[in-house]
């Protein structure tokens, strides 16, 4: 047997069958980091900027949500998930960056950490479309998962 869970007894791919497990509540986090740059960020007022095309960080946080709830159809060993909730906070944390932190919660057989770490990728990436018209020297530097809870173990480290 592989030690990876999506691999079967032959080396192909399968859909790890979770029919055994117990539903309980189960939570992800995940942090992404991106340089806008000074021109960008200066242009923001109270952590918001209106662009032609919308608000920048709200458009971003509704992108995000419409993420979390796809990604079973983007990533293909993703099971469907009924999402309780999500949160995504969007902030400008100095003059030349800002930061995503995307929480996921469920209660279900499996856990929501791919669904976390495509909702701050996906608000990273809007940020991205409705800021490039600005500049395109714009890099999302990282994205991590940070926290999750429920299933086998726990997990966390620093949200810094």
């Known amino acids: 047997m592989s030690s990876f869970s999506h691999i079967n007894d032959e080396n192909q791919p399968k859909m790890v069958n979770v029919s055994d497990k117990k539903i309980t509540k189960?939570?992800?986090?995940?942090?992404?980091?991106?340089?806008?740059?000074e021109e960008?960020?200066?242009?923001?007022s109270n952590n918001e900027l209106t662009t032609?095309?919308?608000?920048?960080?709200?458009t971003a946080i509704i992108a995000g949500i419409q993420a979390v709830k796809k990604t079973a159809d983007l990533i293909p060993m993703c099971h469907p998930l009924?999402?309780?909730?999500?949160?995504i906070q969007i902030n400008i944390t100095d003059n030349q960056h800002a930061q995503v932190l995307c929480k996921v919660t469920i209660e279900g057989?499996?856990?929501?950490?791919?669904?976390?770490l495509t909702g701050a990728t996906t608000s990273c990436l809007t940020i991205y479309d409705m800021c490039k018209a600005i500049h395109q020297n714009i890099t999302i530097k990282e994205v991590k998962l940070?926290?999750?809870t429920g299933g086998k173990a726990d997990f966390s480290i620093s949200k810094n």
């Open 26 to 37: 189960r939570t992800a986090t995940a942090k992404a980091t991106m340089f806008l740059g």
């Open 40 to 44: 960008i960020i200066s242009k923001f």
């Open 52 to 58: 032609k095309k919308g608000p920048v960080f709200q």
């Open 82 to 87: 009924l999402i309780n909730g999500v949160d």
């Open 109 to 116: 057989k499996t856990g929501v950490e791919m669904e976390a």
């Open 146 to 148: 940070i926290e999750k």
